[in-house]
């Protein structure tokens, strides 16, 4: 019997993948949306909200991103570590422009013709920016000036900027002051209390397909906000985490014990704004029963091991942010750079279009269906595959015909070679 089974789910309720339909709407994160909806009827919008790793920012995007209609176009920038002409550029990516080959005068300049002609067929235009904490000065300056574009009625782009609560210590330089006043709406997201934990817990199990409110007792919640601090992901973690626990003991609900296993797995401790258990999570290995594991995925930099994880069939996401189950911190790696889909027949690697791409050796692929021991690069880490369903004598194999493979691949560009000089 499976996990979901024995709990009678029909999807996982706590991954930590962002997903809007399992979004909780909580009194702030609704407060927070209105904020983001509003820029769409206010001609002057520029909306920063801001909250901690993992308070459901980029849920909450998603689902403000899935309700827009067709008179508002948008682009949104998630890779924020670029300079001035580099923001501009991947603005105007965004927007359909293939704009690379261009100075900052020419890119400033299409930026202001094509908001000019969306505001003359009647569209509006929105600018999110995700991780804006890592804005260089300069760059938000750039966005300052951006912002003041304007028809001889009203402005014609709007703006909102989503981040950590650095961005708020960044914003409150003397230097961006200009930036600030044009600021309409600041809105921080807390963590969820203790009644919104609970209520948080038992919205994601009913959208899972458990409708019952029994699977955790009474006496759990408490302890789950104890150690989570209320922060959304750190309670998927905690709560995934518990099941688990329950499930390996046969047990049809989670008990406070079960609670107590979980946080002694993830070697937390109780939570308050400091204790660093937001850089845990990214230490954190969800437990599953072994015979459900089907792919090893072993991250290196420089050679060197850096991280070990194993998933069941399905799909998982590798990326810079946090809230992928293969979490990478690196430049090199977008926020959400590739997924991994393990299915009966092995394991395909897709790019999700990632500025750096996916590379297997010298090859750069876009869709590729992994073998064992395949050695993926991203960036300057490597991903190596290892399917776990394989024997001793099946793996030898594996290597024999990759082997095989690279032989046919040598013989080729040696003879390609010949058949140049002569």
Same mark, same amino acid.
């Given at each position: !019997?499976?996990?979901?089974?024995?709990?009678?789910?029909?999807?996982?309720?706590?991954?930590?993948?962002?997903?809007?339909?399992?979004?909780?709407?909580?009194?702030?994160?609704?407060?927070?949306?209105?904020?983001?909806?509003?820029?769409?009827?206010?001609?002057?919008?520029?909306?920063?909200?801001?909250?901690?790793?993992?308070? %459901?920012?980029?849920? !909450?995007?998603?689902?403000?991103?899935?309700?827009?209609?067709?008179?508002?176009?948008?682009? /949104?920038?998630?890779?924020?570590?670029?300079?001035?002409?580099?923001?501009?550029?991947?603005?105007?990516?965004?927007?359909?422009?293939?704009?690379?080959?261009?100075?900052?005068?020419?890119?400033?300049? /299409?930026?202001? /013709?094509?908001?000019?002609?969306?505001?003359?067929?009647?569209?509006?235009?929105?600018?999110?920016?995700?991780?804006?904490?890592?804005?260089?000065?300069?760059?938000?300056?750039?966005?300052?000036?951006?912002?003041?574009?304007?028809?001889?009625?009203?402005?014609?782009?709007?703006?909102?900027?989503?981040?950590? *609560?650095?961005?708020?210590?960044?914003?409150?330089?003397?230097?961006?002051?200009?930036?600030?006043?044009?600021?309409?709406?600041?809105?921080?997201?807390?963590?969820?209390?203790?009644?919104?934990?609970?209520?948080?817990?038992?919205?994601?199990?009913?959208?899972? %397909?458990?409708?019952?409110?029994?699977?955790?007792?009474?006496?759990?919640?408490?302890?789950?906000?104890?150690?989570?601090?209320?922060?959304?992901?750190?309670?998927?973690?905690?709560?995934?985490?518990?099941?688990?626990?329950?499930?390996?003991?046969?047990?049809?609900?989670?008990?406070?014990?079960?609670? /107590?296993?979980?946080?002694?797995?993830?070697?937390?401790?109780?939570?308050?704004?400091?204790?660093?258990?937001?850089?845990?999570?990214?230490?954190?290995?969800?437990?599953?029963?072994?015979?459900?594991?089907?792919?090893?995925?072993?991250?290196?930099?420089?050679?060197?091991?850096?991280?070990?994880?194993?998933? *069941?069939?399905?799909?998982?996401?590798?990326?810079?942010?946090?809230?992928?189950?293969?979490?990478?911190?690196?430049?090199?790696?977008?926020?959400?750079?590739?997924?991994?889909?393990?299915?009966?027949?092995?394991?395909?690697?897709?790019?999700?279009?990632?500025?750096?791409?996916?590379?297997?050796?010298?090859?750069?692929?876009?869709?590729?269906?992994?073998?064992?021991?395949? $050695?993926?690069?991203?960036? $300057?880490?490597?991903?190596?595959?290892?399917?776990?369903?394989?024997?001793?004598?099946?793996?030898?194999?594996?290597?024999?015909?990759?082997?095989?493979?690279?032989?046919?691949?040598?013989?080729?560009?040696?003879?390609?070679?010949?058949?140049?000089?002569?």
């Amino acid at each position: !019997m499976s996990y979901l089974q024995h709990f009678n789910l029909s999807e996982q309720p706590f991954r930590l993948t962002p997903d809007p339909d399992f979004i909780y709407w909580s009194k702030q994160h609704a407060r927070a949306k209105a904020y983001m909806e509003s820029t769409i009827w206010l001609a002057d919008g520029f909306v920063i909200i801001t909250g901690e790793i993992g308070s %459901g920012k980029t849920t !909450m995007l998603q689902s403000f991103l899935s309700e827009l209609d067709d008179s508002v176009v948008y682009a /949104m920038v998630s890779q924020t570590q670029l300079t001035a002409t580099e923001f501009l550029q991947a603005v105007l990516t965004e927007f359909g422009f293939k704009p690379f080959d261009k100075r900052k005068v020419e890119l400033l300049d /299409m930026l202001n /013709m094509f908001l000019i002609e969306q505001y003359s067929n009647g569209k509006k235009v929105v600018l999110i920016v995700d991780e804006a904490q890592n804005l260089s000065r300069k760059v938000l300056e750039e966005i300052r000036m951006i912002s003041g574009i304007e028809t001889h009625k009203e402005k014609v782009l709007r703006i909102i900027l989503t981040g950590q *609560p650095e961005l708020r210590d960044k914003l409150d330089a003397p230097s961006l002051k200009q930036l600030v006043q044009r600021v309409r709406l600041r809105f921080h997201l807390n963590a969820l209390d203790a009644r919104e934990t609970q209520e948080y817990i038992e919205h994601r199990l009913t959208i899972g %397909g458990h409708e019952k409110k029994d699977i955790f007792t009474d006496e759990c919640f408490e302890i789950i906000h104890r150690y989570s601090g209320g922060v959304p992901r750190l309670i998927n973690t905690l709560c995934d985490t518990a099941l688990l626990c329950a499930f390996a003991d046969e047990k049809h609900c989670v008990e406070a014990a079960d609670v /107590m296993a979980a946080v002694d797995e993830l070697n937390w401790e109780e939570h308050y704004s400091d204790t660093g258990v937001y850089e845990k999570l990214q230490q954190v290995e969800r437990r599953l029963p072994t015979e459900a594991l089907v792919t090893k995925i072993e991250v290196r930099s420089d050679g060197e091991i850096v991280a070990e994880h194993a998933f *069941p069939l399905g799909r998982v996401i590798v990326g810079r942010s946090p809230d992928n189950e293969i979490y990478i911190r690196s430049k090199f790696v977008s926020r959400h750079h590739a997924q991994l889909v393990s299915d009966d027949s092995g394991c395909v690697i897709e790019d999700l279009n990632s500025t750096n791409g996916v590379f297997l050796g010298e090859r750069q692929v876009k869709k590729y269906r992994l073998r064992d021991g395949d $050695v993926i690069t991203l960036g $300057v880490h490597e991903l190596v595959y290892r399917d776990l369903r394989l024997t001793g004598q099946e793996r030898d194999a594996s290597i024999e015909d990759q082997l095989d493979d690279s032989d046919d691949a040598e013989d080729q560009e040696s003879e390609e070679m010949d058949s140049a000089v002569s």
